[in-house]
C-alpha cells in the first residue's frame, strides 16, 4: 500500500513536467505496479483472483435457493439495505453530502440500529473530533436541537431529555 503511495506521489510529481513525456510515465507506472502486484501476491498480501474463484462460487452456490439475502450487516434503512445487501466486511462506506445536509445524523442513526443489535460500531470523521461527534450523538437520540446546546439555550425538558440519552449511550 505504502508504495503504490510512493509511487502515485512520483507520478503526479514528474507528470508536471513535460507533456511530451506521459507515454513515457505511464509505461513507467504499468512496470512499477506489475512488480508491486508481483511483490505483494509474494508475500501474501494480495491474491490472484483465480486463487479465490473457486472458493467464491462455493459460496455464491451455497447461498442459492434461500431467497432474498442480505449478506452485510443490516442498517434498518430497507432501500439503502437492498442497494448495498447491508454493510460488508472490508468495505469503506463514504457518506458525503453538502453541508448541513444531515450526514452526521444519517451515520449516528445507523451506527445507533447496528449497536442497538449489540454489534460492535465505530465512527470516523474527517469533519469533526471525537468531542464535537459525542455531542451530536445525545442530540440524535433526544431530538434536542445541538444548537441550543452549543449555546446553553437549554430548559428542563431538554436536560432531561439530554440525559436520558446518556444513560442510553
Known amino acids: 500500500k505504502r ?3 510512493e509511487l502515485g506521489s512520483k507520478i503526479v510529481a514528474q507528470s508536471h513536467g513535460s507533456p511530451n513525456r506521459a507515454n513515457e510515465l505511464l509505461d513507467s507506472f504499468q512496470e512499477t ?3 508491486i502486484a508481483e511483490s505483494a501476491h509474494d508475500s ?4 490472484w483472483i483465480a486463487d479465490i474463484s473457486e472458493k467464491r462460487y462455493s459460496q455464491i452456490e451455497a447461498n442459492s435457493g434461500k431467497g ?13 439495505d ?18 448541513s445536509s444531515g450526514k452526521t445524523a444519517l451515520c449516528f442513526n445507523i451506527a445507533e440500529n447496528i449497536a442497538l443489535r449489540g454489534e460492535p460500531v465505530v465512527i470516523f ?4 473530533d471525537k ?20 449555546t446553553n439555550q437549554l ?9 436520558q440519552a446518556h444513560q442510553q449511550i
Not at 501474501?44 to 491474491?47: F, I
Not at 437492498?82 to 453541508?99: K, S
Open 68 to 80: 432474498y439475502l442480505i449478506s452485510g450487516v443490516k442498517t434498518d434503512y430497507v432501500e439503502l
Open 125 to 128: 470523521s474527517l469533519e469533526m
Open 3 to 5: 508504495s503504490m503511495i
Open 155 to 163: 430548559d428542563q425538558d431538554d436536560y432531561a431529555k439530554l440525559i
Open 82 to 99: 437492498d442497494m448495498l445487501a447491508g454493510l460488508q466486511n472490508r468495505e469503506m462506506i463514504v457518506l458525503a453530502g453538502r453541508p
Open 33 to 35: 505496479m506489475f512488480k
Open 131 to 150: 468531542e464535537q461527534l459525542h455531542d451530536r450523538l445525545p442530540c440524535t437520540r433526544s431530538g434536542v436541537d445541538l444548537r441550543r446546546v452549543r
Open 44 to 47: 501474501g498480501q494480495g491474491v
